[in-house]
DNA sequence: CCTACCGATCGGTAGG
DNA sequence: CCTACCGATCGGTAGG
């Protein structure tokens, strides 16, 4: 099977996209910033795309597909409690930080910019996304993994996860995983949770 | 002492730019919208700020200052380790989310569009608030009110606490002081932490 | 996919 | 603080 050259180029003004929208944001981010970067003239972007709110939506939902994808990957790994918790903020911190980072902040952040229909359609996926985190923490919080409010602690973590696009560096002594794993600890102090 | 008329128009100007800055970004506002929003010619703007970021840099300002000086307050009624990361918390949320909400919203989602000079101020008032997160988290494993390495504790707190803006509804069940407290029992675990 | 272009809008200024 | 305006740039289109 091979890839046409018009969805490779596609794909190519999209990742070109995503790092341009994260640099200067959706709106600081012109269609021939976005030409530009891959070498075409700014009339022959809307060849590919009907304008410019299509390219925001194609990363925001790229993000948002392998964040769900990852979390359902990791968590088909694991049946104890502590354990799923534990996959769950890998996946999360490892997509977030990852290779797509890019993708990920421009859907923490882009989300005012986003065309009605779209952003209906990402928030009902995020929805989705969250009721996994509610169910995971919830069979936590019943096997004493974790104490307190359910829906608390998923906000509490996912917002604490999700800021470390603010400060976490590559070059920085922690690897994701290894982050999560020391926020996991954060949360649910010493030695409650196996060491894999 | 009265305050001038010109400077009554300037924080009028200051208040409506933070509102529309967090509804629709600072690239996606124009001086146009700002000046129409109190009653003003487009021209005129710029007879109180030399130009669109300067604007920017007041509202920016305004929000730190208020809570580092939310902080130090709150700080100078404690002395307890425990007591002091309590209000430490409490105080970040309660500026966060109370009147200067918009300031706050602006500060934490558009530093790249703040001029170098002043980015820089910003950066040096900010490190100068971590700082005292770090102090006074630093106290508080000390005093065995929670365990862990202080500065992943301090991001994973402000993490948390500065991502309530994406959800807290000022018509949910919890107040701004009580959201703290809930969050700060689920880093310490129950019982940990003074009840006032 | 390029060339050539358009109408709209932007931040900002001059002169009063 | 308003009027009148400017040069630059924007997203997008027509025709090939």
Known sequence: MTISDSENRRNK??????????????????VRDIARAVGLQSGS???HFRNKEE???????????RTSEAAENALARHSEPGERLQALFRAHLETLL???QDDMIVLLYEQRSMPAEAREHL???RDAYERVWQEVIEAAVTAG???GDAALIRRFSLGALNWTVQWYRK?????PTELADQFL???????????T
Do not use: C, H, Q, W
Not at 18 to 23: A, I, Q, T, V
């Open 145 to 147: 993994v974790v104490d």
């Open 13 to 30: 003004l999209v990742r070109a996209a995503s790092r341009l929208f994260r640099e200067k944001g959706y709106d600081g981010t012109t």
């Open 185 to 195: 600890r954060t949360l649910t102090g010493p030695a409650r949770i196996p060491v």
């Open 55 to 65: 390219i925001l939506v194609a990363v925001m939902l790229n993000g948002m597909r």
């Open 98 to 100: 990852g290779d797509l």
């Open 123 to 125: 928030i009902t996926m």
């Open 171 to 175: 070059d920085g002594p922690l690897s």
């Open 45 to 47: 972007l809307f060849y």
